[in-house]
């Protein structure tokens, strides 16, 4: 069964500081691995793309990483701010119309 | 502006009820899809459907029921059969098989009263 987990499953950090999400997956095959930032009552909104070939993929404050061989992902957000209180969603897609989805993980920035 | 559209964003439903949540898109994608959001856990599919006139079952299909008669309008109705029905619904549009990512709408929030 293709699975994707996620941690942690919620963190806090103080604003400015660096933070890192983690997801690891069990999905086979693999097309792509994607990572979607969800605010509370909206709709996720894509952040990055990464293919089989791709090891990392910056949007701004975001830096996803993939490692294809140990099937682990990170996304790495760089001098947070407090608009980036959301759900951090990690989604791998085994193909056509084949997605697999994590359950997220819920980051607070404080002031 | 090009985007993907749902409504209502809240919705109350008696039990016994069917109730239609719409979605429409006017970014000339090819797909479109409905999925369901609870608590802790990841997006599950409900329907999916490619082209017009054309749909199919996702994971958690039961007691829902749709129709694709425009390229642009993708409805969702949940019937009285679904029995756990309060929830947060996405709706969501590709180009093609949706290898270049999703557009996600903002959702519409179904509570059964």
């Known amino acids: 069964k293709n699975q994707v987990e996620q941690s942690p499953q919620s963190l806090i950090i103080l604003e400015g500081k660096n933070c890192t999400l983690q997801c690891n997956y069990t999905v086979s095959p693999f097309s792509n691995l994607r990572w979607y930032k969800q605010d509370t009552g909206r709709g996720p909104v894509s952040l990055t793309i990464?293919?089989?070939?791709?090891n990392t993929k910056s949007n701004g404050r975001y830096t996803a990483t993939l490692d294809a061989d140990t099937k682990q992902s990170s996304l790495h957000i760089t001098a947070s701010q407090l608009s980036d209180s959301a759900s951090y969603i990690c989604?791998?897609?085994?193909?056509?119309?084949?997605?697999?989805f994590g359950k997220g993980t819920k980051l607070s920035v404080i002031p | 502006d090009g985007g993907i559209t749902q409504s209502p964003k809240y919705l109350f439903r008696k039990e016994g009820q069917n109730v239609t949540l719409s979605c429409e898109q006017n970014l000339n994608h090819d797909a479109m899809y409905w999925y369901r959001q609870d608590p802790g856990q990841g997006l599950r599919l409900i329907y999916y459907?490619?082209?017009?006139?054309?749909?199919q079952k996702g994971d958690i299909a039961e007691g829902y029921s749709v129709s694709r008669e425009k390229k642009e309008s993708f409805p969702l109705t949940v019937t009285s059969a679904q029995k756990n029905p309060t929830a947060f619904y996405l709706c969501?549009?590709?180009?093609?098989?949706?290898?270049?990512?999703?557009?996600f709408g903002s959702g519409t929030r179904l509570t059964v009263v």
């Open positions: 459907s490619q082209i017009v006139n054309d749909f």
């Open positions: 969501a549009s590709s180009i093609r098989d949706g290898s270049y990512g999703y557009t």
């Open positions: 990464m293919t089989f070939s791709e």
């Open positions: 989604v791998v897609s085994s193909g056509s119309y084949q997605l697999t």
